[in-house]
């Protein structure tokens, strides 16, 4: 989707999807055209995040960026002076306050490209991700692959019997599975 010089002002774009579906590859894609284009880009990420990496926002596929890693949504208006395109991968993790931050952000020309999980591992809406959908001009849905039967696949199935909401994991923790797989 080339949006870079569409529409004037700032928006709010969001990318979700489930675990391996390639959200913070579309994230870091757009960032990386934003680049091509001369915009100034800072991307952040949750500092709980550390599963690849402490500092960058990392996709399964290994390709990173540097980031700013913030305990909270409000770190990220208080950092995002001088960038014209502002990057939040994991927004899953962030409470209410993005919603207000994106929305702030976009009121003062930035183009904001948020990435998250839709659903929780139970398949039910994750934290603050349909009231994004909400706000955003563009939302894209990505898929994965579903590892059972090859359809494509929006859930994120947990492997391990944790059921805390928040559990940060890879192909060991989680798999991608489809619909029917799911309810299976």
Same mark, same amino acid.
């Given at each position: 989707m080339f949006l870079e010089n569409m529409i004037k002002g700032g928006w709010i774009e969001v990318i979700a999807g489930s675990m391996f579906s390639?959200?913070? @590859? @579309?994230?870091? #894609? #757009?960032? *990386? #055209?934003?680049?091509?284009? *001369?915009?100034?880009?800072?991307?952040?990420?949750? *500092?709980?995040?550390? #599963?690849?990496?402490q500092n960058d926002v990392v996709s399964h596929d290994a390709n990173k960026v540097l980031s700013i890693p913030v305990s909270n949504a409000q770190e990220i208006l208080e950092q995002a002076i001088g960038y014209e395109v502002v990057g939040i991968d994991e927004a899953q993790f962030f409470d209410d306050t993005l919603i207000e931050v994106c929305n702030k952000l976009a009121g003062k020309g930035i183009r904001v490209i948020i990435a998250g999980l839709d659903m929780d591992f139970e398949g039910k809406p994750f934290g603050v991700m349909p009231q994004l959908f909400a706000v955003a001009e563009y939302v894209t849905k990505v898929h994965a692959i579903c590892v059972r039967c090859g359809n494509l696949a929006n859930y994120s199935h947990r492997l391990t019997k944790d059921k805390s909401l928040v559990m940060l994991g890879e192909k060991a923790e989680y798999e991608a599975i489809c619909r029917n797989c799911f309810n299976n």
């Open positions: 390639g959200k913070t @590859e @579309e994230l870091l #894609r #757009r960032i *990386k #055209r934003a680049k091509i284009a *001369k915009q100034k880009v800072g991307i952040f990420k949750p *500092k709980t995040d550390t #599963r690849y990496s």
